[in-house]
């Protein structure tokens, strides 16, 4: 994490990531006549109000799928922006099997108080999608593995100047 680029690389992930989501949901919002119930159609408001908590409840994941996507594409030694992509829709799967474990695990467990309010922030604030919607984090990993693909490469060609 040390590396140069690292702040803007993570920083990318959440922000970007976030974006994307949002915008899939609206969309999805748009496309389906159940919704994601993120508000009336077109609402600038809500658009803004979901891109909030998304980017509040997304952070950690988006850290840890930025941080398990270089980690990945180091090891495979991978240089092409379709080799990012293609990663980061694989990587989202396991992540989103992984959100649904934890939020099932927590509800068996009956976890209350701080350990619950740690778990929502951690993953449970994006368990809605993960359980009902989890198609919906493919395109949008994608998209965030080919910008985190292009942070990659910025940096990593000013370090080899």
């Not at 702040?7 to 609206?26: E, K, Q």
């Not at 941080?67 to 980061?88: Q, V």
């Not at 099997?97 to 604030?125: C, E, H, K, P």
Request: charged content about 10%.
């Amino acid at each position: 994490m040390t590396r140069r680029g690292s702040l803007v690389y993570y920083l990318t992930s959440w922000i970007c990531g976030a974006f994307f989501l949002t915008i899939a949901m609206f969309l999805q919002e748009r496309a389906r006549p159940e919704g994601m119930g993120i508000g009336p159609s077109g609402a600038g408001a809500a658009i803004i109000t979901t891109y909030f908590l998304v980017l509040v409840f997304g952070a950690f994941l988006s850290v840890v799928f930025a941080f398990l996507l270089r980690l990945l594409m180091d090891l495979f030694r991978a240089e092409k922006l379709w080799e990012w992509a293609l990663a980061g829709v694989v990587l989202s799967i396991p992540m989103t099997y992984a959100v649904r474990g934890a939020s099932r695990v927590t509800d068996t467990i009956g976890l209350q108080g701080a350990g619950r309010q740690i778990a929502v922030f951690l993953f449970l604030g994006v368990r809605g999608i993960a359980e009902h919607h989890a198609l919906l984090g493919l395109p949008v990993a994608a998209l965030t593995a080919a910008v985190l693909f292009l942070i990659h490469r910025a940096f990593s060609q000013n370090a080899e100047s």
